[in-house]
């Protein structure tokens, strides 16, 4: 039995770990307030703002449409980074598409449940790891991950793919989110270790 | 500018020392965000519009239904808060 240094990282996984950032295999918890609960009869998405086609969408709707797997890598602000995630959902694009963006439309917020928010510019949000998901590892979001819907941005520290996620609100100015409105740095890319605005 | 007098300056000082006292920032964001409340209820101290949506960001930041632990960043929040509040405090 080895007491100390029985979980090396190999080359693969330093290569792939930000800096600042150590690995775990599990899925830590972390929010804030209450994990809330969810009717999906009554849930609703919304999408809104500099688009040329505002839409709402039920539960069953959002099962309808096209999906997508994505395997990669999560990080979060509180230094722990899980490896080889496996998620799907449903690709951005396809939302994006519907909604016809105007050509004043360069960011986007992020709507959840108890007025959280988080901000994004949309050519961060316009890539092709980014997803609504709804399953992670195979099964549905479990709450307190977000059930039924999170915003998925794996390149982002993980404030950004929010949890619990009811509409898109696309603008023309950014506008930030909970976390960037308190200190936390409005790009949070995770190889640059932005973590905070100060 | 903020608002002016002993009111103001009393409530300000009691508010930042419950920012900064000891104890956890949950309980610190509690007390000091009813005092911020009182203190716009007595006209103390102004409204602005990012102490209100600080305030309301705070009280969803540590709320806590029923059987339920609070989240792990409930505490993170309320310090990030609080110190926002901290700042801002003579604008109001």
Redesign the interface.
């Known amino acids: 039995m080895k007491l100390f240094g029985g979980n090396r990282s190999t080359d693969e996984q330093k290569r792939r770990t930000p800096p600042g950032q150590y690995l775990t295999e599990k899925w830590?918890?972390?929010?804030?307030?209450?994990?809330p609960s969810t009717d999906l009869a009554s849930w609703g998405f919304r999408v809104w703002g500099e688009v040329e086609q505002p839409f709402s969408f039920s539960w069953a709707e959002l099962k309808a449409m096209p999906r997508k797997s994505v395997h990669t890598d999560i990080h979060c602000v509180t230094r722990w980074s899980r490896l080889d995630v496996d998620f799907e959902g449903v690709p951005i694009q396809h939302i994006l598409e519907r909604a016809r963006l105007k050509p004043s439309a360069h960011f986007v917020l992020a709507h959840c449940e108890?007025?959280?928010t988080a901000n994004l510019p949309l050519e961060r949000l316009d890539d092709d790891d980014v997803l609504l998901c709804d399953t992670a590892d195979g099964a549905p979001l479990t709450p307190d991950h977000g059930y039924p819907l999170r915003l998925l941005v794996p390149k982002r520290y993980l404030w950004k793919s929010a949890k619990w996620i009811r509409g898109l609100q696309f603008l023309s100015q950014d506008q930030l989110g909970?976390?960037e409105?308190?200190?936390?740095n409005n790009d949070a890319d995770p190889w640059k270790e932005e973590r905070f605005s100060e | 500018m903020g608002s002016q007098g002993p009111a103001a300056s009393a409530a300000r000082a009691e508010i930042r020392e419950l920012i900064n006292r000891k104890g956890h920032a949950v309980e610190n964001a509690r007390a000091a965000g009813e005092r911020l409340e009182l203190a716009f209820d007595e006209g103390a101290l102004r409204h602005t519009p990012f102490l209100d949506?600080?305030l309301?960001?705070l009280a969803?930041?540590?709320?806590?239904?029923e059987g339920?632990r609070?989240?792990?960043?409930?505490a993170?929040?309320s310090r990030?808060?609080l110190?926002?509040i901290d700042h801002s405090l003579d604008e109001a």
């Open positions: 830590p918890v972390l929010h804030y307030g209450s994990v108890q007025g959280y909970f976390w409105r308190y200190g936390y | 949506q600080a309301g960001d969803v930041a540590i709320e806590q239904d339920q609070l989240g792990g960043k409930s993170e929040a990030f808060i110190r926002a």
